[in-house]
């Protein structure tokens, strides 16, 4: 039972977290669609409505399920990788690296998480109890006066809507509105005041209005409806789309009545008298006076279309602003590696596999949870790239490509193609001392004003000191990357070396499965000669009796093979749990060593955004120069140059 609940109580709570972003596209849909339908008859609205909540409650459900049985086939798929079935190994830490980081934040706090679930859950599961309780008591005949003449008014409605059910009508004194209570037994509850003090015929017409309840079973629906409130009480779309629907049903048991009545303006005013009185009800137990009264008799007397307004456009705007945010991760995940080290990465060291497991010791062929559970080291973080080349390349914004050329080594930073590099090696020759390069319509030139090239180089000292934090960092990351490598090897080493004791065990796994397969066909025989010899007698019996003690002679030598092959399968066992010491140590200097890679890669992040920002500035001076430059007639063609 505890295994069990270990399993579901996570799937549960990763189900609810999941519905988050779920419920929200639901229901930006639902309102869009809703939108669409504002001219259409209430009952499609009504079911639209309906489906998103069902919905809503179907995917935290199906996703629970799904994460049930997903641990389970983990589970039950470990004894038949003993039997022979070959693992994948590394498949789990090369998904783990791919998880997104608040991942691990939200399993550390998922018991939290659920525990201020299950309390809200609590609260809303009593209040919806004390409600039936309230409903169930105030519906007892004890508690209600009998009005024989509004009693065959009742009838006469139910038998004109095609209720076959026994509706009773009962009047309170210390009720604020009519409502309607059951669905099996329903009963209608009046407020005496109304009784006295509203017309019959504008009091009959809100008795329409409950009968359309009671045949449209809107007391069950609506147990359902707050059955979902209470499970999925966090997200607003539920509360949003548990509201529509609820107008929804007011205005279809509105139609019903008035279409019944033939009078839509005489419900029209019985629900304007209703609103003098300020009623006020339960949800659970449907009244007249539900939803938005006004709305309703509006409606009722000017059935015009609903106009559009601006609050349509929300629901389009929030899936709009959804898309947007999930494209801006999807691409902000690669952008999160440095600049600098986007252009070489050095390849990962290798991910040893996990070590080979082994069966449990009992009658079947199984292999133990701690068997199974050998240490698979992480994949470290990749190296970011060498120190930059001569000529830094990245990829710049226009037509315009540029370089600036400067110092004793010549060295320069480029953006636009790499294809100009031959072009800026030509320029070296021929132009002596710092300048700029740029190519413009196709034609190549350079810029030698010690103002302007003192204007770049300022600008881009930011960048270039970022740079050479970016490369010190790398050094250091290579330097650790390297020993992560080794223990990779390592591991790797010591897993292959027990590789030949995981065949052992593979091959007792198999004869110990032949030999219980035998001894479950014995047993089987054994049982059918034991029936047998019941119904036998004479001869006929001794024979049988033979033939059954030849099978317990054998079944007694397969039993003693059992024996056997379960203690060799043991020993087995202690040679892999001796295997698990070094490795698990292995293990624990590989955690160590990544633990620099990884405040490492932190840092270089942050230079990363950093450059990025710099580098930006740096282009629009070196533009802004260029153009000053070409404006002042301070710019050259290169000799030489090849055109286009």
Not at 245 to 250: G, L, M, Y
Not at 374 to 381: E, G, R, T
Not at 384 to 402: C, D, F, H, N
Request: proline share 8%.
């Amino acid at each position: 039972m505890n295994d069990m609940l270990a399993v579901i109580v996570p799937s549960l709570g990763w189900a609810l977290l999941d519905f988050v972003w779920q419920g929200l596209l639901i229901g930006c849909l639902a309102a869009m669609v809703l939108g669409l339908l504002r001219a259409a008859r209430p009952q499609l609205r009504y079911a639209v409505g309906c489906a998103a909540l069902l919905l809503c409650a179907a995917l935290p459900l199906a996703g629970t399920v799904q994460r049930v049985l997903d641990a389970q086939a983990v589970t039950t798929m470990l004894p038949l990788a003993a039997s022979g079935m070959p693992q994948i190994p590394g498949g789990a830490p090369l998904l783990a690296v791919q998880v997104a980081s608040w991942e691990p934040v939200l399993r550390q706090r998922l018991p939290l998480l659920m525990f201020f679930w299950s309390c809200g859950a609590g609260l809303l599961a009593l209040r919806l109890l004390l409600g039936l309780a309230w409903v169930r008591r105030r519906s007892q005949s004890s508690q209600y006066t009998h009005n024989a003449a509004w009693q065959a008014r009742v009838d006469r409605l139910a038998l004109r809507f095609g209720v076959a059910r026994q509706v009773a009508l009962g009047l309170v004194d210390d009720l604020p509105g009519p409502v309607t209570a059951g669905w099996w037994r329903p009963v209608i509850l009046v407020p005496a005041a109304l009784v006295s003090g509203m017309p019959p015929e504008l009091l009959e017409a809100l008795l329409a209005h409950e009968m359309a309840h009671i045949r449209r079973f809107d007391y069950l629906v609506n147990l359902m409806q707050s059955a979902i409130e209470i499970v999925l009480f966090y997200h607003p779309a539920v509360w949003w789309l548990s509201h529509r629907v609820r107008i929804e049903r007011e205005q279809i048991a509105d139609d019903l009545a008035a279409s019944m009545l033939g009078e839509p303006r005489r419900l029209a005013l019985a629900l304007s008298e209703l609103d003098q009185f300020q009623f006020s009800t339960p949800q659970l137990a449907h009244g007249a006076h539900g939803g938005n009264l006004m709305s309703r008799i509006k409606r009722l007397v000017r059935p015009d279309t609903e106009p559009l307004n601006w609050k349509m456009a929300l629901p389009i705007l929030g899936l709009s602003a959804a898309c947007a945010a999930f494209y801006a991760n999807a691409q902000s995940a690669p952008l999160a590696q440095p600049q600098a080290a986007r252009a070489v990465r050095a390849p990962l060291p290798p991910v040893p596999p996990a070590p080979p497991a082994a069966p449990a010791a009992k009658a079947v062929p199984a292999v133990s949870a701690a068997a199974m559970d050998m240490p698979v080291p992480p994949a470290p973080p990749a190296p970011p790239a060498p120190p930059r080349l001569p000529v830094s390349i990245t990829k710049g914004v226009g037509e315009m490509s540029y370089a600036l050329v400067q110092g004793a080594e010549r060295k320069g930073m480029l953006s636009g193609d790499s294809r100009d590099f031959d072009d800026i090696d030509a320029a070296k020759h021929t132009v002596k001392g710092d300048f700029l390069w740029f190519r413009q319509g196709g034609k190549a030139y350079v810029v030698q004003d010690p103002a302007l090239i003192a204007r770049v180089t300022e600008a881009y000292a930011p960048l270039k000191r970022l740079g050479d934090q970016m490369d010190v960092h790398g050094k250091e990351m290579e330097k650790h990357g390297k020993v992560v490598e080794q223990l990779g090897r390592e591991m790797e080493r010591t897993a292959g070396a027990h590789r030949p004791a995981d065949a052992d065990t593979q091959r007792i796994a198999g004869l110990i499965a032949a030999l219980a397969a035998q001894q479950g066909r014995l047993q089987r025989d054994i049982v059918l000669l034991e029936r047998q010899i019941d119904d036998a007698s004479g001869a006929a019996r001794a024979q049988l009796s033979g033939k059954r003690d030849q099978l317990n002679t054998k079944l007694g030598d397969i039993e003693r093979q059992l024996d056997a092959q379960h203690a060799q399968l043991e020993r087995q066992h202690g040679k892999m749990e001796a295997a698990r010491a070094p490795m698990d140590a292995i293990d624990k200097q590989m955690k160590e060593a990544a633990k620099p890679m990884d405040a490492l890669g932190k840092q270089m992040n942050v230079l990363g955004r950093e450059m990025d920002q710099h580098g930006k500035a740096a282009e629009r001076v070196m533009r802004e120069v260029l153009r000053d430059a070409v404006a002042r007639g301070l710019a050259r063609p290169v000799p030489g140059d090849r055109a286009g």
